[in-house]
């Protein structure tokens, strides 16, 4: 089973939300877990392209990046 990254995971959760199928708990369930995983790496991508963040913060972010999504990382 290939590993989920960040942007898959995010789509996952986003069509949960929008599916009509499913009852209006789990449409709310998929709305608030694709925004936890959304802030997750966009808030380390911010903080890498900041530019009073300094080589630690940047190494830190970068590291936060690839945490929250590991295999998008390899098509690079």
Known sequence: ???KNAH???H???GLSKNPNVSPQMRQYG???KAQVSNQFHGQ???YHNPSTGS???SNAMQ???NAQPSG???R
Do not use: F, L, R, S
Request: charged letters at 15%; glycine letters at 16%; aromatic letters at 12%.
């Open 8 to 10: 898959n995971v995010y």
């Open 73 to 75: 990382w390899q098509k």
């Open 64 to 66: 936060g990046m690839q």
């Open 56 to 58: 630690q913060g940047k």
């Open 45 to 47: 991508h911010g903080a």
């Open 12 to 14: 996952g959760y986003d």
């Open 1 to 3: 089973m290939p590993q």
């Open 31 to 33: 709305a608030e877990m």
